[in-house]
């Protein structure tokens, strides 16, 4: 599967963002989403995670209550909806994809996603 993030801007603190993340293939609806993002010098993290079928979501705690995530199948998008947002939330973003198997499990560890886009860069002011 191949991804495509964008959306991705300059907004004052307390404003909103859209991310998107296009998926190309006919099996998007196999795939748990994420969301990650990563600041220079710092590790990738975690921010959301959906499964594959939407049915669980899973948040980080920085953004736990104003981050959305969500994923149309249908149309092979998934999304983040971003309020309130800070300027810790400066990074850029990427959307990933793992392989549901037997959707027991929805990860949250950015190692064990195999399909990463290429990045979108967000950027909070103060």
């Known amino acids: 599967v191949q991804l495509q993030a964008s959306g991705g801007g300059l907004v004052q603190a307390g404003g909103s963002l859209r991310l998107s993340c296009a998926a190309s293939g006919r099996t998007f609806n196999m795939y748990n989403m994420g969301w990650f993002r990563q600041t220079p010098g710092k590790e990738r993290e975690f921010v959301a995670a959906?499964?594959?079928?939407?049915?669980?979501?899973y948040y980080s705690d920085s953004v736990k209550g104003r981050f959305t995530i969500s994923r149309d199948n249908a149309e092979n998008m998934a999304y983040l909806q971003m309020n309130n947002l800070k300027p810790e939330d400066t990074a850029v973003y990427y959307c990933?994809?793992?392989?549901?198997?037997?959707?027991?499990?929805?990860?949250?560890?950015?190692?064990?996603?195999?399909?990463w886009g290429q990045g979108t860069q967000v950027t909070v002011s103060s």
């Open positions: 990933a994809a793992d392989w549901a198997g037997d959707g027991l499990v929805v990860e949250t560890t950015s190692r064990q996603y195999d399909y």
């Open positions: 959906i499964s594959w079928n939407g049915g669980s979501t």
